[in-house]
């Protein structure tokens, strides 16, 4: 079966072309990054617009690169949330356009699902597993015991990772998009250099709101003591990101593990838009050595893209009766 996916939930403009939710023939992204990096931050309604600028672009470009005619698609998709909502019926209603004009299936599509159906991609990854979901909007654990019965075990109670990573980065002075940099400085400091607080909160939550204050209050310290921490070269810099990097990486593995060993799970997978966090992989990585079986998306499927949304299409489609009239929602 081969489905053609659409993405627009957030700053990323995407079309993908993917045979029975495993192998990808096409996949096209088209960032934003430049646009909303004047403005330190995705604003909605520039998205929006620029989604609609470019959106048919993306999709005549997945196509040519496929070699492949629209004729020949059994059913387009899209992101139906959750996500900005302007942005969102960009992609949708271009789903269900070419779904009408070719007469065939329009399906909805979960962004979070998408994201955890990333590990799919070019694998033979099969349920039950344990995923550990990080975006900029979520933090969640998640229970996958069949293709569509993805339960939500744990999440957070403030903050998400990605938002966590994106406004330490703001604090440190780095540029927009924050969570990879961050990264990036963090692989050259010692994640040794200060010791940040892991939140006490039940077993299968999160909450980063006091890792947060805590590199805030270190940034002063530092700044009251007349160290240079506004200059990004700074070794102090860098040893901060590695210090944040190192707490944070640590509490979402351990709870991830935690939950998996009180269910049994042998196989963990990384999710969503930190999957790509150099560190996090090589801890799950790690993970091997205690007898886990692991998977985490190709940096190119951890971030927005529409690869995902056609695999989820295939193996956790939004169950309603008429696709053609389900709406965008912005919460999931
Ligand atoms: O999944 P995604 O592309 O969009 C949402 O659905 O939210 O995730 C974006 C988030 C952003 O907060 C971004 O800073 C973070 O993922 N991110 C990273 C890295 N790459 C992207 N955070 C930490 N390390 C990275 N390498
Ligand atoms: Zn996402």
């Given at each position: 079966m081969l489905i053609f996916g659409i993405e627009t939930s957030c700053d990323e403009t995407a079309a993908a072309l993917v045979?029975?939710?495993?192998?990808?023939?096409?996949?096209?992204?088209?960032?934003?990054?430049d646009t909303h990096a004047r403005y330190g931050g995705v604003v909605p309604e520039v998205a929006a617009r620029e989604h609609l600028e470019i959106i048919n672009v993306v999709i005549e470009e997945t196509f040519k690169k496929a070699g492949i005619s629209p004729n020949e698609v059994d059913a387009f998709c899209s992101t139906a949330g959750p996500g900005l909502v302007g942005c969102l019926l960009v992609g949708l209603n271009a789903a269900k356009t070419m779904s009408?004009?070719?007469?065939?299936?329009?399906?909805?599509?979960?962004?979070?699902?998408?994201?955890?159906?990333?590990?799919?991609?070019?694998?033979?990854?099969?349920?039950?597993?344990?995923c550990?979901?990080?975006?900029?909007?979520?933090?969640?654990?998640i229970n996958a015991s069949a293709y569509d019965?993805?339960?939500?075990?744990?999440?957070?109670?403030?903050?998400?990772?990605?938002?966590?990573?994106?406004?330490?980065?703001?604090?440190?002075?780095?540029?927009?998009?924050?969570?990879?940099?961050l990264d990036k400085l963090a692989q050259s400091g010692n994640p040794k250099a200060f010791k940040l607080p892991e939140a006490k909160v039940g077993e299968d939550e999160f909450s980063f709101s006091g890792l947060k204050t805590a590199v805030l209050r270190l940034v002063q310290g530092l700044k009251a003591e007349g160290h240079d921490v506004e200059n990004l070269e700074s070794p102090l810099v860098a040893d901060i990101c590695a210090s944040f990097q190192e707490t944070i990486?640590?509490?979402?593995?351990?709870?991830t593990v935690n939950f998996a060993k009180k269910n049994g799970s042998k196989t963990i997978v990384l999710a969503g838009g930190v999957a790509a966090n150099s560190r996090l992989r090589e801890?799950?990585?790690?993970?091997?050595?205690?007898?886990y079986e692991v998977?985490?998306?190709?940096?190119?499927?951890?971030?927005?893209?529409?690869?995902?949304?056609?695999?989820?299409?295939?193996?956790?489609?939004?169950?309603?009766?008429?696709?053609?009239?389900?709406?965008?929602?912005s919460r999931g």
């Open positions: 045979r029975d939710g495993r192998e990808v023939v096409a996949n096209v992204v088209a960032s934003q990054i009408l004009v070719y007469n065939k299936p329009y399906i909805p599509v979960n962004h979070l699902n998408a994201h955890v159906c990333a590990n799919f991609l070019g694998t033979s990854l099969e349920p039950p597993f344990t550990l979901l990080v975006s900029g909007g979520h933090t969640q654990i019965k993805l339960e939500i075990v744990g999440s957070t109670i403030d903050d998400a990772t990605g938002e966590v990573y994106d406004k330490v980065a703001r604090l440190l002075g780095l540029p927009y998009p924050g969570g990879i940099r990486t640590s509490t979402l593995l351990n709870k801890k799950l990585f790690a993970l091997k050595t205690d007898g998977f985490a998306p190709q940096m190119k499927y951890c971030t927005d893209n529409a690869a995902m949304v056609a695999s989820a299409a295939y193996f956790n489609p939004i169950k309603t009766e008429n696709p053609l009239e389900f709406e965008v929602f």
